[in-house]
């Protein structure tokens, strides 16, 4: 009896501090402005998983799932700037800063700050961001936006379009967690 | 006995707990979900050279086209190698969808009009479902509306009339390597000599090498089967250099084939390359998105 009593406490014990999230519906969108040409394109299939225990996020998304309205702007984007067959996925490895600060526990909306390591066209740089993380009936969901320099992770862009492209780019981030299954 | 069970279950639990606090990738305890990708971007546009490439205009987008052909570089200086003269052909191609793309030309070279239709049966895909080949389907007629030469003859508007019919199998070998191999066969209603076949057979083959991100070289080679056309006639060669500046694709090459439609490239080549017919010439493409 005593046994079964300790088996239990353990086991629940790693539940309880094995709380992830993950979601494989991350939205990922971004936007650049340029007197000549307007860039933006959506994905809708990013990966993401987050430990509520730690603060440790994870993001990969694949770059070729990116869907724009010109199609031989999404070709360009793939062939010539993303080098997509080369660099598949973008990653972001992170952590949620000031993550004490939020009661995963209570409904609400948390300001947070994430810093980690940005990985785009093979190429990683440390990143801090602001964003949002809101509770509501235990439910979890986040949504952050940044702006990234291309010339920061080697996309280049030929002189004779200089004037049309936006050397950085706005990257909105958004997703509902869903609790991660043990198994 | 008991506490070594017990000892044995709470080493197995830190353990796990270890495993799952490591840093290591928690995305990977996702899986990876594979998704279908479709293979784009075989050739820099819907033309290798002359032959149909692999490519279509993607759906609600116009392309338009306008291609030269100079003279015979074997003219000399005194046709400044050929730039005295060009044909020309001027055209516009439009998707219907991704997959179904129709298009119209007129060429300078005999008054000639043209409309066809290339419909991709198969799309070569990477990741979940994986399919090797990209499988187009092509149909053509030209409409010859120069003046009949031969007064004395009879002319049916039917005699005026070519088809084409061609398959084109193709691959995306690597991200710089594409090839296709076009098997075709061209209808002439009316020949010119009873020793030419009205429907001739070829198998044309295309490639091309990227050279930098925006630039590539392709060749094409048709092979019309023996014993169809009359002994001037032959075999297109045509090797070409493309570059792509966003919306506009350049195609500069060399070929013997003055023609820019099927039934002239594969059909009434008398350019011979070991004799310098070769024209210098031009593909010139434009995308519109007007959906």
């Known amino acids: ?183 | 006995m008991k506490i070594r069970s017990l000892l044995t279950l709470f080493s197995l639990c830190v353990l796990a707990n270890l495993l799952q606090a490591q840093d290591g990738d928690m995305l990977s305890m996702l899986g990876d979900s594979q998704t279908t990708e479709v293979v784009t971007a075989s050739f820099k546009t819907d033309r290798v050279v002359n032959l149909e490439s692999l490519e279509n205009v993607a759906g609600g987008e116009l392309d338009i086209k306008i291609a030269h052909r100079f003279g015979f570089i074997s003219g000399g200086a005194y046709e400044l190698y050929g730039l005295d003269q060009a044909t020309i052909r001027i055209g516009g191609n439009y998707g219907i969808t991704d997959r179904l793309m129709v298009g119209v030309g007129r060429s300078s070279y005999e008054k000639t009009f043209d409309a066809f239709s290339k419909f991709k049966l198969l799309r070569q895909t990477t990741g979940a479902r994986k399919m090797p080949f990209t499988i187009c389907l092509m149909g053509s007629v030209a409409v010859k509306t120069i003046k009949p030469t031969d007064p004395v003859r009879e002319n049916f508007f039917s005699s005026k009339l070519f088809y084409t019919g061609q398959i084109i199998i193709g691959r995306k070998f690597s991200k710089s390597f594409s090839f296709q191999l076009s098997p075709t066969i061209v209808h002439r209603n009316l020949v010119l000599t009873n020793a030419e076949k009205n429907d001739v057979l070829a198998l044309g083959a295309g490639a091309r090498i990227k050279l930098g991100k925006r630039t590539s070289l392709n060749a094409e080679y048709i092979y019309v089967l023996p014993n169809q056309l009359a002994p001037q006639y032959k075999n297109s060669l045509s090797l070409g250099f493309d570059i792509e500046t966003g919306g506009h694709v350049f195609q500069l090459h060399f070929t013997n084939s003055t023609s820019m439609i099927e039934k002239g490239f594969i059909a009434e080549n008398t350019g011979d390359w070991r004799h310098g017919d070769i024209h210098f010439g031009f593909n010139l493409s434009r995308t519109f998105s007007i959906k």
Do not use: C, R
């Open chain 1, 1 to 183: 009896m005593k046994n079964i009593f300790f088996i239990v406490l353990l086991l629940s014990a790693q539940l309880a501090f094995g709380q992830k999230y993950f979601s494989k519906t991350g939205k990922i969108s971004f936007y650049s402005e340029a007197p000549m040409e307007k860039i933006e394109a959506q994905n809708s299939s990013a990966s993401t998983a987050l430990d509520v225990n730690t603060g440790n996020m994870e993001w990969a998304v694949l770059i070729q799932g990116f869907k724009f309205d010109k199609a031989l702007m999404q070709e360009h984007f793939n062939e010539n700037y993303m080098e997509s067959s080369t660099y598949p996925k973008a990653k972001f490895k992170g952590k949620i800063d000031n993550f004490s600060s939020v009661n995963f526990a209570k409904d609400g909306t948390y300001n947070i700050t994430a810093s980690g390591q940005l990985e785009i066209h093979g190429i990683t740089k440390p990143i801090t961001s602001t964003g949002v993380i809101t509770l509501k009936n235990g439910a979890i969901s986040a949504k952050s936006k940044f702006t990234i320099l291309l010339a920061d992770y080697g996309i280049q862009i030929p002189k004779l379009v200089a004037d049309n492209i936006s050397k950085s780019v706005d990257i909105t981030v958004e997703v509902n967690y869903q609790l991660m299954p043990t198994e």
